[in-house]
């Protein structure tokens, strides 16, 4: 995984969800500090677990994912 590239948009769907990584953290069961890792890009969520923070926040994967064009790797 190249370093510096944002792959996911948890960060922004939080703002726009008005929502806090602490209560993200208590949803999906894991600590503030595994959330923080995906909320920051310095670790990515499995695919399930992509999924799970997809349906506690209410919208699509897809919108928690970077595209193609945004990540400038192709």
Same mark, same amino acid.
Request: glycine share 6%; net charge negative.
């Given at each position: 995984m190249k370093h510096n590239i944002k792959y996911n948009r948890i960060k922004e769907v939080l703002? /726009?969800?008005g929502v806090k990584q602490i209560w993200l953290a208590e &949803?999906?069961?894991k600590t503030f500090? &595994? $959330?923080n890792s995906y909320v920051t890009n310095t670790s990515q969520p499995s695919i399930p $677990? *992509?999924?799970e923070i997809a349906r506690i926040l209410n919208v699509s994967p897809n919108d928690l994912l970077r595209s193609i /064009? /945004? *990540?400038n790797i192709v």
């Open positions: 703002c /726009e969800k &949803q999906l069961g500090r &595994q $959330v $677990v *992509l999924y /064009e /945004e *990540l």
